[in-house]
């Protein structure tokens, strides 16, 4: 077995994925040349029938992204077989059970298993730590909205009190979060992490900083 036999089953699983996930999005080939030409990347029908057919050696990283994308699925879909085998050849020669060919690919880590400091891995690990972050506050941020929309609908006074109380409580919750993002991104910055842009309604918590 050769290093080409292997970067040649990988080709091949990443045309099956194409294949199978087009098909699903009811695409035809020429359909989904066009969309990686929209996304600016042109992509040639014949190219992707070559793949498809195993006419092609090899896929460049920038296909495989306009890929990913035209079809709406992350790029892990297509490098590996989700869903579809027990194990994945990663190497050549060298298998792995699929949830840990995905773990290495995304240096996904377990709650418990936090890893080495100083690493690549911390650093992917504390960039998802400040995702999840942003996502607690603003599920807080919609709950709380929720809540005071529908306490503007309530005439009955002990009803009202109560939905003020609970009003009162959600906002002081989502303060805390807001608080805790704030640092957050502060404890980042003091270790050279650089944290991801906040969206829009989130700005100005850098901006109270």
């Known amino acids: 077995m050769t290093e080409k036999d292997w970067q040649g089953r990988l080709t091949q ?14 695409l035809s080939a020429q359909g989904l040349a066009d969309a990686c030409a929209a996304l600016g990347h042109a992509i040639p029908r014949t190219s992707i029938a070559n793949l498809e057919n195993g006419r092609r050696s090899g896929v460049e990283i920038a296909e495989l992204l306009v890929f990913a994308k035209a079809l709406d699925v992350p790029p892990i879909a297509l490098l590996l ?33 936090e890893p080495e400091p100083g ?12 995702a999840q972050a ?27 009190a109560r939905s003020d109380d609970m009003l009162e409580r959600l906002e002081g919750y989502t303060h805390g979060y807001a608080q805790d993002v704030r640092e957050f991104r502060a404890k980042l910055r003091v270790r050279g992490i650089e944290p991801p842009m906040l969206p829009e309604d989130l700005k100005h918590l850098d901006a109270s900083e």
């Open 13 to 26: 699983q990443v045309a099956e994925a194409v294949r199978d996930y087009r098909k699903l999005r009811g």
């Open 81 to 113: 077989p989700i869903g579809m085998a027990g194990s994945v050849e990663v190497l050549p020669g060298q298998e792995l059970p699929i949830w840990d060919a995905v773990s290495w690919v995304t240096a996904e880590t377990l709650i418990g298993e």
């Open 119 to 130: 690493t690549v891995n911390e650093v992917i690990f504390e960039l998802r730590a400040h």
């Open 134 to 160: 942003i996502s607690s506050l603003r599920r807080a941020i919609k709950f709380a909205e929720e809540t005071r929309r529908g306490a503007n609908l309530i005439r009955d006074p002990q009803q009202r």
